[in-house]
């Protein structure tokens, strides 16, 4: 493909996201004034799936089993990119992590590649992924073959502060566990002999976990607490339970840990003659691989936008989403990009009031931008659009994710 092409491609999908810039902003604040929790996204879900249905995608909604699920597709090219949409908010403090602007910036990026799909002999899908805050909808979907047509899928995060290189924002491997300890209840004065202390395994197994954390890189955090540790002192607990998270920006150490604090666990329960039960509240999250070629054109999109990028002393990030899963089975990016003159802090009140504001409107308009315009520089790198294709058909189906799910499940 030619520069004036590409220059030609580039122009189309800048007007392209502008002539929709009100429909854009019209759906981030739709879904920002109407939070739903994981799984409940029926609002968020039908009027993403509107949009692109007035558009000429081909919209299925409720995929992979999921009622809250989308996948929208237009085009049949060669290489298929998957765009991501979150739309789940948080309890009690609506879309404090702005994932109504995810979505209106993988629409508004959908709808400006549609324009050029021919062109560019490219394949465009969207995946609307419910669940993002709790739940891992993404590694449903993923174990479901959601992306395993795709070459690459990026998506996009709204955030605070100096704008970063997409490789420097990293995210950390999440899991938490319910850990349950059963014994045998009895009468502490009159028969303490015939009890089973569910009790002291609790506090056995914080005071190993205590002990470990000494033993972890500091990049690693294991937290914890009692759940239910007993209920009257006159009786000996039948039965305890805690709540223990594990989380690390590295894999393998995830897995360590992960096989760690278990034995810790496992030891409790051995040590004072008690039934133990570890179970997962819900998949766990992987650590985000920010892949390097399409992280370049990110920043470089980015900055023609007019940011200017920070690199920081040390890696940015640390929450945790489920995109880290995809991003161990297929080439992604999950940059962050900064809501300008907003210093709101993600997870509070603030930063949702912020994300329907003139500074995530902005944000909306310029991801959109970013995302469709990276895309464009990967489908027009042949050498880096046939490597993906390849990776592509290399790759067996879920054999990456499977294989971490699979792996921190034994440990």
């Known amino acids: 493909m030619t520069p004036e092409t ?31 929790l994981a799984f409940e996204e029926f609002h968020a879900a039908a009027e993403v799936a509107d949009v692109l249905e007035r558009a000429g995608f081909a919209v299925e909604r409720g995929a992979y089993g999921l009622p809250t699920a989308l996948e929208s597709v237009y085009g049949n090219g060669d ?21 109504n602007v995810i979505a209106g910036a993988a629409v508004g990026a959908a709808l400006a590649l549609k324009d050029v799909a021919e062109t560019l002999n490219l394949r465009v899908k969207l995946l609307g992924t419910p669940a993002e805050e709790a739940g891992g909808g993404k590694i449903l979907m993923l174990e479901q073959g959601a992306w395993d047509d795709a070459d690459f899928s990026l998506m996009v995060h709204g955030f605070t502060g100096p704008q970063i290189p ?46 470990l954390r000494q033993q972890l890189k500091t990049s690693v955090v294991v937290a914890s607490f009692v759940e239910c540790g007993g209920a009257a002192t006159n009786i000996i607990p039948g039965q305890s339970t805690i709540q223990v998270e594990i ?33 997962r509240t819900e998949e766990p999250y992987a650590p985000m691989r920010q892949h390097p070629d399409l992280a370049r054109y990110w920043d470089g999109n980015i900055e023609e936008l007019g940011y200017r990028i920070e690199v920081p002393a040390a890696s940015g990030g640390g929450g945790s989403t489920d995109m880290g899963n995809v991003s161990l089975f297929l080439p992604s990016i999950h940059p962050s990009l900064s809501f300008r003159n907003c210093d709101a802090v993600p997870h509070t009140l603030e930063f949702a009031e912020a994300a329907v504001s003139p500074a995530g409107d902005r944000a909306v308009i310029d991801g959109a931008l970013a995302l469709a315009l990276t895309v464009a520089d990967v489908a027009i790198d042949q050498e880096l659009r046939a490597g993906l294709r390849e990776l592509r058909a290399e790759r067996a189906a879920n054999a990456v994710g499977a294989e971490l799910i699979g792996t921190a499940a034994e440990a």
Request: charge should be negative.
């Open 79 to 99: 290489c298929t990119v998957a765009l991501v949409a979150e739309y789940d908010a948080l309890p009690g403090i609506g879309h404090a992590c702005g994932h």
């Open 247 to 279: 989380r690390a920006f590295d894999e393998d150490d995830w897995f360590d840990a992960s096989t760690r604090v278990r034995a810790c666990i496992e030891g409790a329960a051995m040590a004072s003659g008690c039934q133990v039960r570890i179970e």
């Open 166 to 211: 997409c490789a420097s924002f990293t995210t950390q491997a999440y899991e938490h566990i319910t850990v349950t300890f059963t014994g045998r209840a009895a009468h502490a004065a009159a028969a303490p002999h015939e009890g089973v202390n569910a009790g002291d395994a609790a506090t056995l197994a914080q005071v190993a976990l205590g002990l």
């Open 6 to 36: 590409s220059t030609t491609v580039r122009d189309i999908i800048t007007k392209a996201v502008e002539r929709h810039r009100d429909s854009l902003l019209q759906l981030s604040h739709s879904i920002g004034t109407h939070p739903e």
